[in-house]
């Protein structure tokens, strides 16, 4: 079975680039939820080995450090690996320090930085 990644936020340009990074390096499947409760409803539900989070909400513009947050206070998901999807090195340490992992940001999908980030989770 493949691994999964759930990907929260992203507009439809980077969500396919996030498509072509995941699937083409890991062979994982990218699924995709637009606002903070589908994310939080599908992460209940269904099995995944990674999330993505942008840094503002494509859909709503709501603040993607709080459904880490969230993320990270629920005892059903707190073990998950989140990483956050900014260019923002402060908004990087803000999510670390919330729980996620050290995420990466758009301008560094073909980095082989960004693939080593991943492939502890997807490999």
């Known amino acids: 079975m493949s691994k999964r990644v759930l990907s929260v936020g992203q507009c439809s340009v980077d969500h396919a680039a996030i498509v072509r990074l995941v699937q083409g390096n890991f062979g994982a499947q990218v699924v995709s939820a637009d606002l903070p409760d589908d994310a ?8 995944f080995d990674l999330v993505l989070v942008n840094r503002k909400l494509d859909a709503d513009y709501s603040d ?4 880490i947050k969230e993320i ?3 005892p059903d998901l707190k073990t998950l ?5 900014t ?13 996620a992992e050290p995420g990466f940001g ?3 999908y073909d980095k082989p930085a960004t693939r080593q980030k991943l492939s502890k989770y997807l490999a």
């Not at 939080?40 to 099995?47: N, P, Q, V, Y």
């Not at 993607?64 to 459904?67: A, K």
């Not at 690996?81 to 999807?85: A, I, N, S």
């Open 40 to 47: 939080l409803s599908r992460l209940k539900k269904e099995a």
């Open 64 to 67: 993607g450090l709080e459904i």
């Open 72 to 74: 990270k206070q629920d």
């Open 81 to 85: 690996p989140v990483m956050l999807v």
């Open 87 to 99: 260019n923002y090195p402060d908004q990087q340490q803000l999510a670390v320090e919330a729980g």
């Open 106 to 108: 758009k301008l560094e």
